[in-house]
């Protein structure tokens, strides 16, 4: 089963990847760039993916039962609903990692109401579910981006402090920047 879970997770990525790049269109003009603002994490876990294509066929599956990869299969379903619910949200206000729209706005709206930056945690659910569904060499990638996420978001709240001074801080007051109810 694992070729086919592999070819099913690399479909659902490639689906998820062109719905972003073609909604990334409508967004509203950068007025700041972040750090890393040419990185596509996307081209990154492409990389990768192709990269697991070309090693040695190692048999590097978290579990050998199909009831596990499916639930990875719904843990990856899972973070790219929640990334795409957050897009949709953010609309024109969203842009890549650290960058600053012209004219932004406040979101506190949808997945915004409980948690600061859902896209972010969506991304890493998403790769837990890949790393679940297919193999332990996706770990790499949850601790790569993970690492990425978290840092975006501490360079984000900055940013959406001085952006907000009087409604930022009351937002994180009763939000969570990654995880609702703890993180």
Do not use: C
């Amino acid at each position: 089963m694992t070729p086919v879970v592999d070819a099913v997770v690399f479909g659902i990525w490639i689906v998820f990847w062109i719905y972003w790049l073609a909604a990334s269109a409508s967004a509203k003009a950068t007025r700041r760039r972040g750090p890393l603002a040419g990185f596509r994490i996307g081209f990154v876990l492409l990389a990768l993916l192709l990269l697991r294509a070309a090693l040695p066929k190692g048999d590097l599956r978290v579990v050998h039962n199909h009831t596990v990869q499916a639930i990875g299969l719904a843990v990856l379903l899972t973070g790219l609903g929640l990334a795409v619910w957050a897009r949709v949200y953010l609309g024109r206000n969203w842009g890549t990692p650290m960058s600053q729209r012209v004219e932004p706005e406040l979101v506190t709206t949808g997945p915004y109401r409980s948690i600061r930056h859902p896209i972010y945690s969506a991304m890493i659910l998403a790769l837990i579910g890949t790393t679940i569904a297919v193999s332990l060499y996706w770990l790499a990638a949850v601790v790569i981006s993970g690492a990425y996420f978290v840092y975006s978001a501490f360079v984000e709240e900055r940013n959406m402090t001085s952006e907000f001074p009087e409604a930022y801080p009351a937002y994180q007051k009763r939000t969570k920047m990654l995880v609702p109810f703890v993180f």
